[in-house]
C-alpha cells in the first residue's frame, strides 16, 4: 500500500523548533518532488516547501524562507521539515505530499501532487 505519514506535530512556544517527518511506504520518494503543505483554520491550503529529491534542491515559501528547512533521508525513504523560529501564523495542519518526476524544479501547486499524507497538527503560542 502506497501511503505517506507524517509525525513530529505538537504544541510550541513562539521562537521554538519543531521537526516534522514524512515517512513514505510502497513507493520510493526517489526522483520525485516532496513537498510540505498546510492549512490553517478558515484559510485555504497553501504551500510551504519542496524538494527535489533527484536534484537535491530545495524551495521555500517567502514566509517561512529563512526560518524552515526541507531535507531527505533516501535510505529511510523519509523527508523532514526542520522548523525553527516559530509563529504563531505557522499553526495549522501540515501535510506532506509526493509526485514522480525527472525535471528539475518542483511545482508549488497542489493538483501536481499524486499522494497526499493525513497531515500532523502544529500550533505554535505566543
Known amino acids: 500500500q502506497e501511503q505517506l505519514v507524517e509525525s513530529g506535530g505538537g504544541s510550541v512556544q513562539a521562537g521554538g523548533s519543531l521537526l516534522l517527518s514524512c515517512a513514505a511506504s510502497?513507493?520510493?520518494?526517489?526522483?520525485?518532488?516532496m513537498g510540505w503543505f498546510r492549512q490553517a483554520p478558515g484559510k485555504e491550503r497553501e504551500w510551504v516547501s519542496s524538494i527535489n529529491t533527484g536534484k537535491g534542491n530545495t524551495y521555500y515559501a517567502d514566509s517561512v524562507k529563512g526560518r524552515f528547512a526541507i531535507s531527505q533521508d533516501n535510505a529511510k525513504n523519509t523527508v523532514y521539515l526542520q522548523m525553527n523560529s516559530a509563529k504563531p501564523e505557522d499553526t495549522a495542519m501540515y501535510y506532506c505530499?509526493?509526485?514522480?518526476?525527472?525535471?528539475?524544479?518542483?511545482?508549488?501547486?497542489?493538483?501536481?501532487?499524486?499522494?497526499w499524507g493525513q497531515g500532523t497538527q502544529v500550533t505554535v503560542s505566543s
Open positions: 510502497g513507493f520510493t520518494i526517489r526522483r520525485a518532488c
Open positions: 505530499a509526493f509526485y514522480a518526476t525527472i525535471r528539475d524544479g518542483c511545482s508549488t501547486t497542489q493538483p501536481a501532487y499524486t499522494h
